[in-house]
């Protein structure tokens, strides 16, 4: 695998709590992508992002924001997570736009 | 709104049948095909790419057949195998944007 991580891996939250979820990458490429998978549904863009502090809508964005303060790390929060929103999120990197690297994903619960 | 349509959503064949998996665009600023597979639990993973002034391209036993005229694309599994029971997706980018089909869970049969 790419060297990419999130974390964490699971977890179960309840409806109207904020979520934080984190992808770290060590392969220093430009390009990072939040997506969720839902079935039926494919893989659908939440977020994305061509550098530093530099970000922009998918889309599927209403309720979720992400940030990018640094070339390895890129945020997805969920402001005030929702049933909807239970799902498995990944995340994405990419030097150019051509082939995307995936990271192992992160199967998120709202009760 | 689905910009890529995919079919079938699941697929069965018997070890050494040639799975057909199907896409259509309509977007004609799509430059760049790539299909991924997909093992449970795992994150998708680049299978084979083709570009639309090609009208085919094959790896090993997986083969990508292009029509730009009809705006389809399709992936050939040959000599399916067990090993290769997984989900497939196929995908169409743009300049920064990747739009991906809604999958097809394929299971090769011993």
């Known amino acids: 695998d790419a060297g990419i991580t999130q974390s964490p891996r699971h977890k179960v939250t309840e409806t109207g709590t904020p979520v934080t979820l984190r992808c770290h990458q060590t392969e220093n490429h430009r390009y990072m992508y939040w997506y969720r998978q839902d079935p039926g549904h494919g893989l659908r863009l939440i977020h994305y992002s061509y550098g530093v502090k530099d970000t922009d809508k998918g889309e599927v964005s209403d309720g979720y924001s992400v940030s990018r303060s640094k070339t390895e790390d890129f945020l997805l929060t969920l402001e005030s997570a929702t049933s909807s929103q239970t799902s498995v999120y990944f995340c994405a990197i990419s030097q150019s736009t051509d082939t995307q690297y995936f990271g192992p994903g992160t199967r998120l619960t709202v009760l | 709104q689905q910009q890529v349509k995919q079919s079938p959503q699941s697929l069965i064949v018997q070890k050494g049948g040639i799975p057909i998996i199907n896409c259509a665009y309509e977007?004609?600023?799509?430059?760049?095909f790539p299909w991924y597979q997909q093992f449970p639990g795992k994150g998708p993973a680049l299978l084979i790419a083709?570009?639309?002034?090609?009208s085919e391209k094959k790896e090993g036993r997986f083969t990508i057949s292009f029509n730009k005229s009809a705006k389809q694309f399709s992936l050939h599994i040959m000599d399916s195998q067990p090993g290769d029971s997984a989900t497939y997706f196929c995908?169409?980018?743009?300049?920064?944007?990747?739009?991906f089909g809604t999958g097809t869970k394929l299971q090769v049969i011993p």
């Open positions: 977007n004609t600023a799509f430059d760049y």
């Open positions: 995908a169409a980018r743009t300049v920064q944007k990747v739009t």
């Open positions: 083709i570009r639309p002034d090609v």
